[in-house]
């Protein structure tokens, strides 16, 4: 089975710009996960989907936002981008809630 | 408020010897937990999980013990070797009851060395 993928992997953005980013999961897999990972301060959640819903948001502003595709494939938005917003932002993917996420190579975002 | 935490940022273990890698959690509706390895420019790679039924569970090098009523966990890697240098996180879930998340530590980087 091909692992999650997430394009693109490195983004060069400025402050005021947004972007957008993809997650394609695990065949199979209903939820899609998103983390914001930056240094010292682990794995913050962003988001959870499954099956086109949202269940669950994380601590972020409303800038961030997503969505799943019925195929499952989930995009991230952000928008008007922050300096603070640089980081390494990982997408998972699962069968369901009591199993373990398998993780893609994430995107790293670089906002200038 | 980190429920989950990793309170070793890093740790240091000669080849051959045991890593024990440790995890606290706050919320006692935490009833599933895994662990995971990153390495650098890479997403997370599951290594090992437990639910809370169990209090031991085993792969291999890897083994994973949870102590309910301390709320902490732990990951013995037994005999440790250098391919397994990473950054290790520990990550809980209550399914339905935490909000279908999984939360997780800020992560202990392991080095171990030859």
């Known amino acids: 089975k091909a692992g999650v993928t997430q394009t693109p992997r490195y983004l060069i953005k400025t402050r005021g710009q947004q972007v957008t980013l993809s997650c394609s999961p695990i065949?199979?897999?209903?939820?899609v996960s998103w983390y914001q990972q930056t240094p010292g301060q682990g794995l913050q959640f962003l988001f959870e989907y499954f099956s086109e819903t949202q269940r669950n948001k994380g601590n972020f502003p409303g800038r961030f936002s997503g969505r799943q595709f019925s195929n499952s494939r989930s995009e991230m938005n952000v928008s008007t981008l922050e300096l603070g917003d640089s980081a390494l932002y990982l997408c998972?993917?699962?069968?369901?809630?009591?199993?373990?996420?398998?993780f893609g190579p994430g995107t790293r975002l670089t906002v200038l | 408020d980190q429920q989950v935490k990793q309170n070793s940022p890093s740790l240091s273990v000669q080849e051959g010897r045991i890593s024990i890698l440790n995890c606290d959690y706050t919320n006692s509706m935490f009833d599933y937990f895994l662990w995971y390895k990153k390495y650098p420019a890479e997403g997370p790679t599951f290594l090992i999980s437990i639910s809370s039924i169990k209090d031991k569970n085993e792969d291999g090098r890897f083994t994973v013990f949870l102590n309910k009523s301390a709320k902490h966990l732990s990951l013995h890697i037994v005999p440790s070797q250098p391919g397994d240098s990473a950054v290790y996180f520990c990550?809980?879930?209550?399914?339905?009851?935490?909000?279908?998340?999984?939360?997780f530590g800020t992560g202990t980087s392991l080095t171990v060395i030859p």
């Open positions: 990550a809980a879930s209550g399914g339905i009851n935490t909000g279908n998340q999984f939360y």
């Open positions: 998972a993917s699962s069968q369901g809630v009591y199993n373990e996420q398998f």
């Open positions: 065949s199979g897999h209903r939820s």
